[in-house]
């Protein structure tokens, strides 16, 4: 039997289909299945599509739509009723705003610790019907109900990273990996550069320069009054002064602050080996990337800075931070 001989003769048992009663239907369909060889379930989906703007001519010749009648009882949302209301969810979006929007699995973790703190602190409105229910949450359903307030609150930073061109690719060679000396001993640092510009142009926008210690995880952070070579070494400057011990190796992204004659001399003068990730692959330098948001934008955030004031604050606020973040 053709395709269209088998439309044909669904289309022409859609009416009976529709007007059946359970049983009825279940007849209808062993028939069905039978005749057209259809899938039961593709044939139950072609039927009710097929009966909802059936034509019946009547003996006048006038002809008139036959509504599907659907099954009664079946209206409405299909499945479990809902376990977590609207003010067990307010409740946790207050919580995890507290707690820096930390990831379900952490903060599903904390509540169950810290319960009867959190129970305590009125703005939380955590009453003892709340209180359970959060303790018996996971954290997949933590996140369900989190996904609304996550999209609204993402925030996306801006990428200053701009190439010089491949002037410079054969006096920096490529290091995509740490050997296991490197990752031992202390000295070799990953560089990279964050722009607060918040969604604006990145003109006249403070910088923030990042250092992160491969072996022990250790951070510098300088504020930048712009993204200039003059800049940058000067902060190196600085960091070399104040630093422990000395640095060793620097690997860099392909960003013009870094790749540059002036920045390479620097390394060259300090006795640094000048490493660069490739092109396009940001895990390349993956250990400042990660400090870029937990030791910048944590604190500092994705809002524009910029001026003198601006830079002062942030320059403070860096001193102590670098302090805080090594003594965790």
């Known amino acids: 039997m053709s395709k269209k001989a088998r439309d044909e003769l669904v289309s022409g048992i859609a009416l009976r289909y529709a007007k059946a009663d359970r049983k009825g239907k279940g007849i209808i369909l062993d028939e069905a299945v039978k005749d057209t060889g259809y899938n039961r379930?593709?044939?139950?989906?072609?039927?009710?599509?097929?009966a909802s703007s059936a034509i019946r001519k009547d003996i006048g010749g006038r002809e008139h739509k036959v509504a599907y009648r659907k099954q009664p009882g079946?209206?409405?949302?299909?499945?479990?009723?809902?376990?977590?209301?609207?003010?067990?969810?307010?409740?946790?979006v207050s919580i995890w705003h507290?707690?820096?929007?930390?990831?379900?699995?952490?903060?599903?973790?904390?509540?169950?610790d810290n319960i009867t703190s959190i129970s305590a602190y009125p703005p939380f409105r955590v009453t003892p019907e709340i209180g359970s229910r959060l303790?018996?949450?996971?954290?997949?359903?933590?996140?369900r109900l989190l996904r609304l307030e996550r999209e609204r609150m993402r925030l996306r930073g801006k990428?200053?990273?701009?190439?010089?061109?491949?002037?410079l690719n054969a006096l920096i060679p490529v290091g995509a990996c740490y050997s296991f000396d490197e990752r031992e001993e202390a000295g070799?640092?990953?560089?990279?550069?964050?722009?607060?510009?918040?969604?604006?142009?990145?003109?006249?926008?403070?910088?923030?320069?990042?250092?992160?210690?491969?072996?022990?995880?250790?951070?510098?952070?300088?504020?930048?009054?712009?993204?200039?070579?003059?800049?940058?070494?000067?902060a190196l400057d600085d960091i070399a002064e104040h630093a422990p011990y000395p640095i060793k190796?620097?690997?860099?992204?392909?960003?013009?602050?870094?790749?540059?004659?002036?920045?390479?001399?620097w390394c060259r003068r300090h006795d640094v080996e000048c490493t660069r990730s490739r092109s396009y692959r940001k895990n390349d330098n993956c250990f400042v990337e990660a400090k870029n948001f937990t030791a910048v934008r944590s604190y500092v955030g994705y809002c524009r800075y910029q001026g003198e004031e601006a830079y002062c604050a942030m320059e403070d606020l860096y001193w102590h931070l670098e302090r805080f973040i090594t003594l965790q």
């Open 41 to 50: 379930k593709y044939l139950i989906h072609k039927l009710r599509g097929m």
């Open 74 to 92: 079946r209206a409405g949302r299909r499945g479990r009723p809902r376990e977590y209301d609207e003010a067990l969810r307010a409740s946790l």
């Open 98 to 112: 507290m707690f820096d929007m930390m990831c379900s699995k952490r903060l599903m973790k904390l509540i169950r």
């Open 135 to 143: 303790l018996s949450m996971s954290p997949a359903t933590a996140d």
């Open 159 to 167: 990428s200053g990273t701009r190439s010089p061109g491949s002037s």
């Open 188 to 234: 070799s640092f990953e560089i990279d550069t964050v722009v607060h510009c918040g969604y604006g142009p990145q003109e006249g926008a403070l910088w923030t320069l990042t250092l992160t210690d491969v072996s022990n995880g250790f951070v510098y952070i300088r504020a930048l009054r712009a993204k200039t070579q003059r800049y940058v070494i000067e």
């Open 249 to 265: 190796e620097l690997h860099m992204d392909n960003g013009t602050e870094f790749k540059n004659f002036g920045f390479l001399q």
